[in-house]
């Protein structure tokens, strides 16, 4: 198992009740906060009872969401979601599930084993990079003051910013922004954000906890035409990674390490196994690429004022 995040871990713990030998490669110090919107789609707590992990999850108080707020420049779009969605930070998910998978006796390691895995699965997120100039960049940031129940997107041209609560009376503030904005800002986060004034105006009541992470350049892709090796399995944003604002990252990333996990313990063959994540997971990636599309040519607005809001969430689910 090739990292310890999301998908690692999900991987890691279905593969581990299936009664496999299991060893996690993690480099990086964990549990530490991520840029990520820290939003959970409500099927997750579906494939977190599965992990066994449910109690450890409610145990965080993981902050419900109830309804969307979409701002495009002024022009709002307002819709209830069909289920309770939930906030929980990267820090508090990321620990819980690799406790866990210790727990069953999952080995933890930061370097590679000399003796090579007899299967692999490759959790280790994004590897790819873009052109100078052609570059989105994302960044994320808590803060404390008053939270609601909604998930809201304020979108500007082909960018974005999320505002959701987490657990503890938080609220996570994550958005994506192309190099060309960044750069016009003077890479300051803090005059980007103020620079949107229904962004602004939602923020000021709002009390900044913690520097701005920063990560980039963020590429959508996905290897779903891609045939992988015998014995390799590829799950989460080393799989496929979805355009943020869907919100349905986390919750590919935990289907898909789920899956990889229980198909390496059972010797599923890994083209197998691909074509049939593939099936689950390539229409978010598809229809947020079209929404991406839409952004640049500016229609995309229009086209969420006219469509039913629970119609473009479950759209963009596995």
Not at 273 to 295: D, E
Request: aromatic share 10%; hydrophobic share 40%.
């Amino acid at each position: 198992m090739i990292g310890g995040g999301l998908s690692g871990a999900a991987a890691a713990i279905s593969a581990q009740r299936q009664g496999a030998a299991v060893t996690v490669v993690e480099k990086s110090r964990f549990p530490r906060h991520k840029v990520c919107g820290e939003f959970l789609s409500p099927q997750v707590v579906e494939i977190l009872d599965r992990l066994g992990v449910r109690g450890e999850f409610d145990a965080c108080r993981p902050e419900p969401m109830r309804r969307v707020l979409l701002n495009f420049a002024g022009r709002e779009k307002r819709f209830t979601l069909p289920e309770p969605a939930y906030g929980l930070s990267r820090y508090a998910l990321d620990h819980l599930l690799l406790s866990h998978a210790r727990q069953l006796g999952v080995e933890v390691v930061t370097e590679k084993p000399a003796v090579p895995f007899p299967r692999i699965i490759h959790g280790y997120g994004r590897t790819l990079s873009a052109p100078k100039g052609h570059r989105l960049f994302g960044f994320k940031a808590h803060f404390s003051g008053p939270v609601n129940d909604a998930v809201e997107l304020y979108f500007f041209g082909e960018g974005y910013v999320g505002v959701n609560p987490v657990e503890g009376g938080v609220t996570n503030v994550c958005g994506l922004a192309p190099e060309s904005v960044m750069r016009a800002h003077g890479f300051d986060t803090d005059s980007l954000v103020a620079s949107i004034p229904a962004l602004r105006d939602r923020l000021a009541p709002l009390t900044r906890q913690m520097d701005w992470l920063h990560v980039g350049p963020v590429i959508f892709a996905n290897r779903f035409a891609e045939r992988p090796a015998p014995g390799e399995y590829y799950a989460g944003d080393a799989l496929s990674f979805v355009d943020p604002f869907t919100g349905s990252g986390m919750l590919g990333a935990l289907l898909s390490g789920e899956a990889a996990g229980l198909a390496a313990a059972r010797g599923e063959e890994s083209n197998q196994y691909q074509q049939r994540i593939r099936r689950k997971l390539g229409r978010p990636f598809g229809i947020s690429s079209l929404i991406r599309w839409g952004l640049r040519k500016s229609w995309a607005p229009l086209a969420a004022q006219a469509l039913s809001g629970r119609l473009l969430f479950a759209a963009t689910r596995p």
